[in-house]
C-alpha cells in the first residue's frame, strides 16, 4: 500500500495530538489533586476562624474566613475528575475510589457542605450570634462524616 508524504504528516500530527492531549489531561489530573488538598487546607483554617470570631460573638470579625470556607467547598466539587484517584498516578491522594465509583453519594455530601456553608454566610451577615454559631456546628460535623466514608487513612 501506497501512503502518500501528505497523509502520512497528517498521522503523525494526529499523534502527536492525541499524546499532548494525554499529557494535558495528566496535567489537569495533578493539578486537581493538589488544588483540592489546599482547598481542604483552606477549608480547616477558615472554619477555626469562623469558630472563634462567632464564639466570641464577633460576626464582622468572622465574615472573611465564611466566605473562604464557602469559596473552597465550591472549588473543592469541581476537582474530584477522572484519573484522579489513588490508581491513575497523577498524585499522591487518599481520595477513596468510591468517589469515583459513585460520584453521585459523593456529590451530595459536597452539595451539602455547600447549602451549610451559603447559610454559615447568610449567619454571619445577619445580627445573631447564636444562629451563626449554629450554622458552624453543622458543619463542623461534616468533615468527620465524610472522611470517615470518603477518605483513606481518617
Ligand atoms: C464531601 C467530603 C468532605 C468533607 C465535607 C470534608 N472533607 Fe476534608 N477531605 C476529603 C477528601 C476526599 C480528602 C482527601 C483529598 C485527597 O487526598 O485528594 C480530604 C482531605 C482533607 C485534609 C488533608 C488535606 C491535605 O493537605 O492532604 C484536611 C486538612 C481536611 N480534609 C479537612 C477538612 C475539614 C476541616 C473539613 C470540615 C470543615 C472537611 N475536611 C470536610 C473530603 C471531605
Do not use: W, Y
Not at 6 to 20: D, F, H, T
Amino acid at each position: 500500500m501506497k501512503i502518500s508524504k501528505r497523509k502520512l504528516e497528517l498521522v503523525v500530527v494526529g499523534l502527536i495530538g492525541v499524546s499532548l492531549a494525554g499529557v494535558a489531561i495528566a496535567q489537569d489530573a495533578a493539578a486537581n489533586i493538589t488544588a483540592r488538598k489546599t482547598d481542604m487546607r483552606t477549608i480547616q483554617a477558615n472554619m477555626l476562624v469562623v469558630n472563634d470570631k462567632t464564639g466570641k460573638r464577633d460576626l464582622a470579625g468572622a465574615k472573611e474566613a465564611a466566605g473562604k470556607l464557602n469559596a473552597a467547598f465550591k472549588d473543592l466539587a469541581t476537582r474530584f475528575t477522572p484519573g484522579t484517584n489513588s490508581k491513575a498516578g497523577a498524585g499522591a491522594t487518599r481520595a477513596k475510589d468510591d468517589i469515583f465509583a459513585n460520584p453521585a453519594a459523593f456529590k451530595a455530601k459536597v452539595d451539602h457542605a455547600i447549602d451549610l456553608t451559603d447559610k454559615v454566610v447568610t449567619a454571619v451577615n445577619g445580627t445573631s450570634p447564636e444562629a451563626a454559631q449554629l450554622a458552624i456546628g453543622e458543619v463542623n460535623a461534616l468533615c468527620a462524616d465524610c472522611h470517615g466514608t470518603f477518605r483513606s487513612g481518617g
